[in-house]
C-alpha cells in the first residue's frame, strides 16, 4: 500500500525559507521508474507542478519558479525534501507530494494529504 | 507552457443526470492527458489517464475521450458522491500544467 505524507512549518514569514518533507512508504526510490513529485494549491484556486525527483536523481522544475526550488531524495530514509527560497504571501498554499511512474502517460497517481502553509507578511 | 482550459467553470446538475466537461490544450499533447476530482479539503483522486484509461477502482460511468487539443470527461449517471470539482493535467511536457477546474454542484 502506497502510502505519502507531507510535513513542516505551517507558518512562515516572507522572505524565509520554507522546507518540506515527503515521508512515504509502500515504495522505494531506488526502484526504477518511480517518481516523486510537489504540488501546490492556493485556497480556492488551481493546483500548479512545482518539481519532481525520479529514481536516476533526474530533478524537474517549473521554470516559473526555478530559481527558488531545490528537490532532494533521501532513499533510504524513504523521504524527498523541498525548498522554497524567498517565500512571499502569494504562495500561501497547501503542498502536496505525490508519486507517478517515469511514464509519460502516468499521472500522479498517490497523494499525500497536503500540508497548508500560510506566508505572513 | 502548455494551457488547459477547463469548460464550464460551474455546473449544476442532479443525482442521475449524465454530464460533461471538456478540456482544451493550447497545443497538441496526442493522450497524455488525466483526470482528477477532488473534494474539499482533500487531495486530488486521479479518475483517467493516458485520456481515456480509466484508473483502477474508479467506477465506470466515468469516462474520458479525445486527443491532440480536445478532451473530455463525463458522467453517465451522476451520484451523490461526485459533487466535486474536476481538473485535467497534461503530461505531455513539462513543465506539467493542470486546468483550472470545474465544479459539479447539486442544482
Known amino acids: 500500500q502506497i502510502t505519502l505524507k507531507e510535513s513542516g512549518p505551517t507558518l512562515v514569514k516572507a522572505t524565509q525559507t520554507l522546507t518540506l518533507t515527503c515521508t512515504f512508504s509502500?515504495?522505494?526510490?531506488?526502484?526504477?521508474?518511480?517518481?516523486v513529485g510537489w504540488i501546490r494549491q492556493p485556497p480556492g484556486k488551481a493546483l500548479e507542478w512545482l518539481a519532481l525527483?525520479?529514481?536516476?536523481?533526474?530533478?524537474r522544475y517549473n521554470p516559473s519558479l526555478r530559481s527558488r526550488l531545490t528537490i532532494t531524495k533521501d532513499t533510504p530514509k524513504n523521504r524527498v525534501v523541498l525548498t522554497m527560497t524567498n517565500m512571499d504571501p502569494v504562495d500561501t498554499a497547501t503542498y502536496f507530494c505525490?508519486?507517478?511512474?517515469?511514464?509519460?502517460?502516468?499521472?500522479?497517481?498517490?497523494w499525500g494529504q497536503g500540508t497548508l502553509v500560510t506566508v505572513s507578511s | 507552457d502548455i494551457q488547459l482550459t477547463q469548460s464550464p467553470s460551474f455546473l449544476s446538475a442532479s443525482v442521475g443526470d449524465r454530464v460533461t466537461i471538456t478540456c482544451r490544450a493550447s497545443?497538441?499533447?496526442?493522450?497524455?492527458l488525466a483526470w482528477y476530482q477532488q473534494k474539499p479539503g482533500k487531495a486530488p483522486k486521479v479518475l483517467i489517464y493516458?485520456?481515456?484509461t480509466l484508473q483502477s477502482g474508479v467506477p465506470s460511468r466515468f469516462s474520458g475521450s479525445g486527443s491532440g487539443t480536445e478532451f473530455t470527461l463525463t458522467i453517465s449517471s451522476l451520484q451523490p458522491e461526485d459533487f466535486a470539482t474536476y481538473c485535467c493535467?497534461?503530461?505531455?511536457?513539462?513543465?506539467?500544467?493542470f486546468g483550472q477546474g470545474t465544479k459539479l454542484e447539486i442544482k
Open positions: 493516458a485520456a481515456s
Open positions: 493535467q497534461q503530461l505531455d511536457s513539462y513543465p506539467y500544467t
Open positions: 525527483i525520479y529514481w536516476n536523481g533526474d530533478e
Open positions: 505525490a508519486h507517478r511512474q517515469a511514464i509519460q502517460l502516468w499521472p500522479f497517481d498517490y
Open positions: 509502500g515504495f522505494s526510490l531506488s526502484t526504477n521508474g518511480v517518481g
Open positions: 497545443q497538441g499533447i496526442s493522450s497524455f
